[in-house]
């Protein structure tokens, strides 16, 4: 897959692609079907794939208030949209240039006259351009003398519930705690991804040493300890982790604390994966850490029998 960061007055050369504009956050099962459709259309008409994304996101760049708001990395976004096999991803610069663009505009200046788009994909609720005004009919619309023409994508629902796969609510999900329903949108299981770094060694001195990991820019968890998998030096582990504070110790430093069952290799300065697979309990203080050891103990025992039944 060929990447192109580009903005509003840089030059592409590329000619004769079909288009799927959007975020694509965590380019869950409902994205991956629009990318599977647009794959399809791009080999009956001889052309090439294409994805039309923002960064930063549009969200972002309006709230200051949605910083731990992305699901996934723009570099893991990237790499998911490779391995499904698309031929061009466009990173479009959204800064005042483009927010404040009529969406007639954007339409020429960006669909047209720069990435020369022959068919174009949107959900059923997209919208760009100043204040958010241009949407698909308008879209529709304007394909008629612009020479292209373009597909809008109904609501993806799952076959099991019917539910409407969205990055909203796999965002929602997240926030409560609900692994299950994330991991069951997305297709795959949530994960976080960093740097072991050192700890106090709190953990150690009580038998269960922990690497710990300081959370990105990607949204939070719900704090709390979860059962895992995670994955170093290439490796997979089940294992159990704590999202959170540590309020028995000081409670002022969110860490993402990851135990590994069976695994004992010293890997600090390595990249740690670490899947989420279902939330145990919440993040709670106790008096001492006697008490915070049995409950530790407690809840290893649990995330074991988990494992073992999954």
Not at 75 to 102: P, R, V, W
Not at 117 to 131: A, C, N, Q, R
Not at 163 to 185: L, P, Q, T
């Amino acid at each position: 897959m060929q990447i192109h960061n580009i903005q509003l007055n840089s030059q592409t050369s590329v000619a004769n692609i079909n288009l799927a504009i959007g975020n694509f956050d965590g380019v869950h099962l409902g994205h991956q079907k629009i990318i599977d459709e647009l794959i399809e259309y791009s080999k009956i008409k001889n052309c090439s794939s294409a994805i039309l994304s923002f960064k930063p996101h549009p969200r972002q760049f309006f709230s200051d208030e949605c910083r731990n708001f992305q699901l996934i990395t723009e570099e893991e976004k990237i790499c998911l949209l490779d391995k499904q096999g698309i031929d061009h991803y466009f990173s479009l610069l959204f800064d005042e240039n483009i927010a404040s663009m009529s969406p007639k505009d954007f339409i020429t200046k960006i669909l047209v006259e720069k990435l020369h788009s022959k068919h174009l994909i949107v959900g059923y609720d997209f919208k760009f351009g100043k204040e958010r005004k241009g949407n698909a009919s308008l879209l529709q619309e304007q394909s008629k003398t612009l020479g292209f023409d373009t597909n809008v994508i109904q609501p993806i629902t799952s076959n099991y519930n019917a539910a409407v796969y969205s990055s909203s609510r796999i965002r929602e999900f997240i926030r409560d705690g609900n692994m299950e329903k994330a991991n069951s949108f997305l297709g795959r299981n949530w994960s976080m991804k960093g740097t072991v770094i050192k700890g106090d060694r709190r953990a150690t001195a009580m038998n269960f040493p922990t690497a710990n990991l300081v959370p990105g820019e990607l949204i939070h968890p719900k704090k709390g300890v979860y059962a895992i998998r995670a994955r170093c030096i290439n490796k997979w582990s089940n294992g159990i982790a704590n999202f959170g504070e540590r309020p028995t110790v000081d409670g002022k430093r969110l860490l993402l604390e990851a135990h590994l069952f069976e695994f004992n290799q010293d890997i600090y300065g390595k990249e740690l994966t670490v899947e989420f697979l279902t939330f145990i309990r919440e993040e709670k203080k106790f008096d001492n850490f006697a008490l915070l050891t049995e409950q530790v103990q407690k809840d290893i025992q649990l995330v074991k029998s988990y494992h073992s039944e999954h």
